[in-house]
């Protein structure tokens, strides 16, 4: 189950962050007016997804990359609130919105479950 998970979280990220360059312009009309140099927000979370996604494939960097992509779904969280306060500027339906915020919460569990368990990669003798 913990692999299936993994591979749920690779490609969520994967693909999230294949989209950062696919779709600039969309991800940048989610990013809040508060943060500065919304091009380069979306360019630079795509790239920390993607890498994030490639290194949950390696057990060596696999923790590593579980704490990075944790931190960073935290960091973009304010971008779905931002979405949810201003929901007429999106053509997403409401509830849509609503259950996002919840389902961020389900992906940092799900993260959190199936990379920070991961046994440390020993180092020769203790």
């Not at 962050?17 to 696919?22: E, K, L, N, R, S």
């Not at 940048?28 to 790239?47: K, L």
């Not at 923790?63 to 304010?78: D, E, K, S, W």
């Not at 929901?87 to 849509?96: G, K, L, N, Q, S």
Request: aromatic fraction near 12%.
């Amino acid at each position: 189950m913990k692999r299936v998970c993994l591979g749920f979280v690779f490609l969520w990220f994967l693909i999230g962050g294949i989209a950062h360059f696919a779709a600039t312009e969309a991800e940048m009309r989610i990013v809040p007016p508060y943060v500065p140099w919304p091009y380069a927000a979306v360019i630079a979370s795509g790239v920390l997804e993607v890498i994030g996604a490639v290194a949950l494939l390696s057990k060596r960097t696999r923790r590593l990359a579980g704490v990075g992509l944790f931190l960073l779904t935290i960091a973009v969280t304010p971008a779905n609130v931002y979405m949810l306060q201003h929901a007429e500027r999106f053509d997403i339906p409401y509830w849509v919105l609503i259950l996002r915020l919840p389902l961020q919460v389900a992906l940092l569990a799900l993260i959190a479950w199936s990379t920070f368990s991961a046994a440390p990669v020993s180092r020769g003798k203790d």
